[in-house]
């Protein structure tokens, strides 16, 4: 009886411990082959820091809206666009060309975990997301002189890590919905405007009243709006609003990609 009762906590130790590292291998290897993905890595990453380079540093170096600096304003803007193309790229793209190929057949085979794959792919997009922000901030600080404090940094890092998940549902929606060859597309018809309307490339109170509007239901002008307070700067709402506008935004495409996965199973 103490024999067994004191190896039932070991077993239960070493079954946890081993999930833990499958988890963890699986989210490295899949870092590792997105980022050696040149065509992937190189866009992702690439994309949002041109953008901003051009807009928000060449462009408007020195301006300022009112007392508050265009540099560090758009800096939020496309932190928030990088975290989400990271997002919609690595597991919406990702996640279609898997499914066309069968290689998504053949993990479910395997004996990993069920849920090993969606974090590992949840992880490597919040890596990327961390890259560019770094990148962004680097840029910010090195050619414009922006001022950004440490916790300033940790803030906006944290945010890029919950930030990641409502646009990996909304990218495992598109890929369970939509055909893998139209997938692409699709992502860029969805992203871009998501990008513009939610004030990520233009500051939200210049955009016409009607879009001020629709901003209310994009994640884009949620997550950015959280973003612009961790720097201190004056935010349309409250901060609960935008928590609970990521979170309903979330559950919505949650509930949409589970949809779209049982009628997979059911065609299948």
């Not at 590292?21 to 190189?42: D, P």
């Not at 060449?58 to 508050?68: D, L, Y």
């Not at 990996?168 to 860029?188: D, H, K, S």
């Amino acid at each position: 009886m103490s024999t067994a009762s004191l190896s039932l906590p070991a077993t239960r130790s070493n079954s946890f411990a081993r999930t833990l590292r499958i988890f963890l291998t699986e989210a490295r290897y899949e870092f590792v082959r997105l980022l050696r993905t040149r065509g992937f890595s190189l866009s992702i990453i690439g994309f949002p820091v041109i953008f901003y380079l051009f807009f928000g540093l060449i462009m408007n170096r020195g301006e300022h809206i009112g007392s508050v600096s265009v540099a560090k304003y758009m800096l939020a803007g496309y932190a928030v666009f990088g975290m989400a193309g990271a997002a919609l790229f690595g597991i919406g793209g990702g996640l279609a060309s898997e499914l066309s190929t069968g290689w998504l057949e053949l993990k479910r085979a395997s004996p990993m975990p069920p849920f090993a794959y969606l974090v590992a792919k949840c992880c490597s997009a919040a890596a990327f997301g961390l890259v560019i922000v770094s990148l962004l901030t680097l840029l910010g600080i090195t050619i414009a002189h922006i001022s950004i404090t440490l916790p300033e940094y940790v803030r906006m890092m944290a945010l890029t890590l919950v930030g990641t998940i409502p646009f990996a549902c909304l990218g495992m929606a598109i890929a369970l919905l939509v055909p893998f060859n139209a997938t692409p597309g699709v992502i860029n018809m969805i992203y871009l405007p998501m990008s513009f309307c939610g004030g990520l490339w233009i500051p939200i109170m210049m955009l016409p009243h009607v879009l001020q509007k629709f901003a209310l239901l994009l994640p884009t002008y949620h997550l950015s709006q959280l973003v612009l307070a961790s720097f201190g700067y004056a935010s349309a709402g409250s901060a609960m609003s935008h928590w609970f506008g990521l979170l309903g935004f979330t559950l919505v495409m949650l509930g949409v990609a589970a949809i779209a996965y049982r009628r997979l199973e059911q065609n299948s």
